[in-house]
């Protein structure tokens, strides 16, 4: 399925090389900016906390728009430590506080930019402050439960749209009164989530590295410490031993669906090797449920809630760009280069056999475009990461 010949690989270079020019139209000058920001792209007119990963793979080309994009957040975080989840510009500029929708946490993404971006030490400590009143922010509005981890109030929280795991149980899709605060009054709620915690564990861990670089000892323990907490916590009550994978948690019990939503655990760093070993080769590997032929899906097939008529804009099902993209980050981390070449010839395989404009989601059985205008930054850039990583187009 994979093998390529020589013209479509020559085709899918020579598109590739046009990436980095066509990218600057997914960027716009927001007011009282110093230069233009990275956009989601395509029909999303603004930027999302959970792109920010999008900015690292830009900072070779426009390290002061990768910067500005996250720096942004920290300009307009609010004054109880909320990070905005959204500013968008169409058709007026708005800030948007009605969910988290926080994947890759944001102190270590921020931290990972501003290092290849050479930025000067302020930022560095600019991150720090905003990383520590957001944590702060977590434990005080969403840890109602006590339990140190971080709680979904409604459906764009995980930016799991469409899925049956955030919706079940009539759950909104964005937070009563359209503020992150506010918990909608529903039996399954508090809803310990197993992404949520998985973000603050590498929100933690970014701090402890700051205060470390800032001289801190004492509070990068303090953090350290706190990152072990939370992991024993998400053990204790997230995970499920004979499944070997991790749940969320409604005061019912565990909510058993399987979703992409364990990747974002390896994206934060919360599983040393042998316990991510034992999830991975269980769901993620060749031949295994998520390694579907265009992998991976943001459900298992193989679960019952697995929306089987595809429908767009579907994290039950679909395979996402997003998804994919992260999969750069936490693959090699975790010594999967392989396997992660063999995803990266499955993901171009449907760009030569379909019509695909960058669109947002692929059929994880056939490769097709489901939806998305085309121009959808994370596909765009896992084209070109996928067109000159070695090991993918050759042998």
């Not at 990963?53 to 080309?61: A, E, G, R, S």
């Not at 290092?115 to 509005?141: M, S, V």
């Not at 800032?214 to 031993?241: C, H, N, V, W």
């Not at 750069?328 to 063999?342: A, E, F, S």
Request: hydrophobic fraction near 40%; glycine fraction near 6%; proline fraction near 6%.
């Amino acid at each position: 399925m994979s093998g390529f010949s020589s013209a479509e690989k020559n085709a899918l270079r020579e598109r590739a090389s046009g990436i980095p020019e066509a990218l600057q139209n997914n960027m716009a000058r927001f007011p009282d900016t110093d230069a233009p920001i990275l956009l989601a792209g395509a029909e999303y007119c603004g930027i999302w906390l959970e792109h920010n990963q999008d900015n690292l793979f830009i900072t070779d080309w426009y390290p002061e728009v990768a910067w500005q994009s996250q720096k942004i957040f920290i300009d307009k975080q609010r004054a109880d430590g909320m990070l905005p989840a959204a500013l968008r510009y169409v058709p007026k500029h708005v800030v948007c506080f009605a969910q988290l929708q926080s994947v890759y946490a944001f102190a270590r993404c921020a931290l990972e930019t501003a290092k290849l971006c050479h930025r000067p030490e302020e930022d560095f400590a600019a991150i720090y402050r905003a990383g520590c009143r957001y944590d702060e922010f977590l434990q005080l509005h969403r840890n109602r439960s006590g339990s140190g981890l971080v709680e979904m109030y409604c459906a764009y929280d995980t930016g799991h749209d469409n899925s049956p795991r955030v919706r079940d149980g009539g759950i909104p899709n964005a937070c009563p009164d359209r503020d992150a605060v506010n918990m909608p009054d529903l039996p399954c709620m508090p809803l310990l989530a197993a992404d949520l915690s998985a973000t603050r564990y590498g929100g933690l861990t970014a701090l402890a590295e700051l205060a470390e670089m800032f001289g801190d000892s004492r509070r990068a323990a303090i953090y350290t410490e706190q990152a072990a907490e939370l992991k024993a916590r998400m053990f204790e009550l997230l995970y499920d031993p004979a499944d070997e994978f991790f749940y969320d948690r409604a005061p019912q019990g565990l909510r058993k669906y399987r979703t992409e939503h364990i990747t974002r655990l390896f994206l934060n760093g919360v599983l040393n090797q042998q316990e991510f070993d034992s999830v991975y080769d269980r769901y993620f590997a060749p031949g295994k449920e998520f390694f579907t032929a265009f992998p991976y899906p943001s459900m298992s097939p193989l679960d019952k809630a697995f929306c089987q008529n595809l429908p767009p804009n579907c994290w039950g099902s679909n395979t996402q760009m997003l998804t994919l993209l992260r999969a750069l980050i936490w693959m090699p981390r975790y010594n999967r280069t392989g396997d992660l070449c063999k995803v990266l010839k499955r993901v171009l395989r449907a760009f030569c056999d379909f019509s695909n404009d960058f669109g947002q989601e692929l059929d994880p059985f056939t490769g097709r475009k489901i939806s998305g205008n085309g121009g959808y930054t994370p596909a765009m850039l896992l084209f070109y990461q996928a067109c000159n990583m070695p090991g993918v187009l050759e042998e």
